[in-house]
């Protein structure tokens, strides 16, 4: 079980290109989240899907947008991207909105 | 406006002693709270949860506490242990809800 991964773990952009990242989770969850998580912040929920083929924004849903075409992937994309986009990315999924949720281990974004 | 707030961004144990993370919320909707812990370069990790209706709840070394009069909810980890030195994060859901709304996390140092 390789639970929740993220691809790519680091990556630098210029300001207004774009960019996919991918998540995948082979625990067969229904729940799953992008988060961003900057300095005295903590995670801030960017959007999320409560199953195949749905999506839902979050907390800090602007400048972003997600897919989820399979079960097991939730792509999180930056259309043009922007210095404040610099941030650490986190995945997660779970069973139940309730139940524990579990973590990637994070895609580092750096935005010239 | 932060929801979920961890006034102290670190705190600094020895090891064998107590050590106590406090997290407070304003949001009365919230009806279940988790604690996260999260080592560098990597996700952070569930680590205990407790249920509104619930005033502790204990695993192992790690106790949470609540009290909803205050809005406030601590961690106690007893004894503390180097090994424990990492970030943690409290989080509020809210009832029906499918956000965890997570504090700015408090990071913890156990000196040998």
């Known amino acids: 079980n390789a639970g929740v991964t993220q691809t790519p773990k680091f990556r630098v952009l210029k300001t207004g290109q774009s960019m996919t990242l991918l998540c995948a989770q082979d625990m067969n969850h229904e729940y799953m989240y992008w988060y961003r998580q900057d300095p005295g912040m903590g995670l801030r929920l960017i959007h999320y899907?409560?199953?195949?083929?749905?999506?839902a924004k979050g907390e800090v849903p602007d400048g972003y947008n997600v897919s989820r075409l399979k079960k097991q992937n939730f792509l999180l994309g930056l259309e043009s991207a922007a210095p404040s986009q610099t941030s650490v990315y986190f995945c997660?999924?779970?069973?139940?909105?309730?139940?524990?949720?579990?973590f990637g281990p994070g895609t580092r974004l750096t935005v010239l | 406006d932060q929801q979920v707030k961890q006034n102290s961004p670190s705190l600094s144990v020895q090891e064998g002693r107590i050590s106590i993370l406090n997290c407070d919320y304003t949001?009365?909707?919230?009806?279940?709270f988790l604690w996260y812990k999260k080592y560098p370069a990597e996700g952070p990790t569930f680590l205990i949860s407790?249920?509104?209706?619930?005033d502790k709840n204990e695993d192992g070394r790690f106790t949470v506490f609540l009290n909803k009069s205050a809005k406030h909810l601590s961690l106690h980890i007893v004894p503390s242990q180097p090994g424990d030195s990492a970030v943690y994060f409290c989080a509020g859901l809210r009832n029906a809800g499918n956000m965890l709304t997570f504090g700015g996390g408090t990071r913890l140092m156990v000196k040998p």
């Open positions: 997660a999924s779970s069973i139940t909105s309730a139940s524990e949720q579990f």
């Open positions: 899907s409560v199953g195949e083929g749905t999506t």
């Open positions: 949001n009365s909707m919230f009806d279940y």
């Open positions: 407790i249920s509104s209706i619930k």
